[in-house]
């Protein structure tokens, strides 16, 4: 039977950077016909690998701002990964959007080469907010692109929101869930404002230009949206993410549930049969060793047993939770939710349950909102 997977799709261009963002971007497009040419040589190449025992049940475009390319550019993407694996006919295809940077006709034409989902960078509504994290776009400019791409088709429409910047109160974050909820959007990522390092952001935060407000706040506001959100009947299927029921992101499902997937162009990261590699960031150096061997590895892991059984706890309780069925011998990946297992941890977890952070929803062993509260020591805890 063949395994299902998922494959990423990297467009590192951006009109602008913003002050928060550690991903890789570039600001000048005028590499991009090259850098085509290399994402599909790249494709070839693992395709000749991969392609046999693989069932992909999704592509994503991320970047970057995908938005940016032409539509044909990334239909030309989808057909040719089409033509080289096999991709179910349902298949999920995202593209992560900005405001400000697609027109309604321009949002047709992707719905037209086949995108099915789309993601929007809004982050927030608020003008004092957006003009922070340096966003070109308005409120006003976020709201009609997400009816724009409802009018051009998209059915499957997500957005991102930050909160916990600097100054946000209660009543400012609350009108953002408000205007989200009062959009036709089927799903929302809501992060909590994180300082890299190496970002502009973080930069002004060592210079005392921002003050980041406090963990206290932060867990005020995540409590905010949980609660908000199940109000308006979106299901809290991840730590960061809600969807109205069936929307949940299936690419994204595949990260969490430490399923395969291949991922093409700079700096994006594959993992297939307990290997994992990356790509080289920068674009010269990415496009020269693609010309030069058909790949751009920068670096590669083997995970080992242990590293893999971390992996599978964090990511599945920060998601749909542990498989768990009492009184089996060897059920799930690394005997996990085993008896054995169960055993082992049986009075923290009876201890988790009682405190109403943890439940036992069938086979499932699941945190509940106030587990979400303290996912990380939960996952210390039972690791
Ligand atoms: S638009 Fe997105 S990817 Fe580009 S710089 Fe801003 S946050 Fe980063």
């Not at 991903?23 to 040589?41: A, H, M, Q």
């Not at 590669?300 to 542990?322: A, F």
């Amino acid at each position: 039977m063949k395994q299902d997977a998922g494959l990423y799709v990297h467009i590192p261009f951006c009109d602008h950077k913003c002050i928060y963002c550690d991903f890789y971007s570039i600001i000048k497009d005028d590499n991009k016909t090259i850098y085509l040419k290399n994402l599909l040589n790249e494709i070839n190449h693992f395709s000749s690998i991969y392609s046999t025992f693989h069932q992909f049940k999704t592509i994503y475009f991320g970047g970057g701002t995908p938005s940016l390319m032409e539509p044909e550019y990334l239909g030309s993407i989808i057909s040719h990964l089409k033509s080289k694996f096999q991709i179910s006919e349902d298949a999920e295809i995202t593209m992560e959007t900005n405001p400000g940077t697609v027109s309604f006709d321009k949002l047709k034409r992707f719905r037209e080469q086949g995108i099915n989902r789309i993601s929007i960078g809004i982050q927030s509504f608020d003008k004092k907010d957006l003009k922070f994290l340096t966003r070109i776009h308005t409120g006003e400019a976020a709201v009609q692109t997400v009816h724009d791409a409802y009018e051009a088709g998209f059915r499957d429409i997500s957005i991102d929101l930050i909160f916990n910047l600097p100054g946000q109160t209660k009543r400012k974050w609350k009108k953002n869930l408000e205007i989200a909820t009062s959009l036709p959007v089927t799903h929302i990522s809501a992060y909590s404002l994180i300082l890299e390092k190496g970002t502009i952001l973080n930069k002004m935060v060592l210079k005392g230009e921002v003050e980041m407000q406090d963990v206290e706040i932060d867990s005020q506001l995540y409590e905010i949206t949980m609660d908000f959100l199940a109000e308006k009947g979106f299901e809290h299927y991840e730590v960061s993410n809600y969807c109205k029921p069936g929307y949940e992101c299936k690419h994204n499902q595949i990260y969490w549930d430490c399923l395969n997937y291949l991922s093409f162009g700079t700096s994006a990261h594959s993992y297939m049969d307990g290997k994992r590699w990356w790509n080289f960031s920068a674009l010269t150096i990415y496009n020269t060793a693609v010309m030069n061997k058909d790949y751009a590895i920068a670096g590669s892991e083997e995970l080992t047993q242990h590293d893999l059984y971390e992996e599978y706890i964090m990511l599945g309780l920060r998601s749909r939770g542990l498989k768990f069925k009492r009184g089996e011998k060897n059920p799930g990946l690394l005997g996990i939710g085993s008896e054995a297992w169960y055993m082992e941890r049986k009075q923290i977890i009876n201890q988790l349950v009682a405190a109403g952070k943890m439940v036992i929803d069938g086979d499932w062993l699941k945190l509940t909102r106030d587990g979400f509260l303290v996912c990380d020591e939960i996952v210390e805890r039972l690791l």
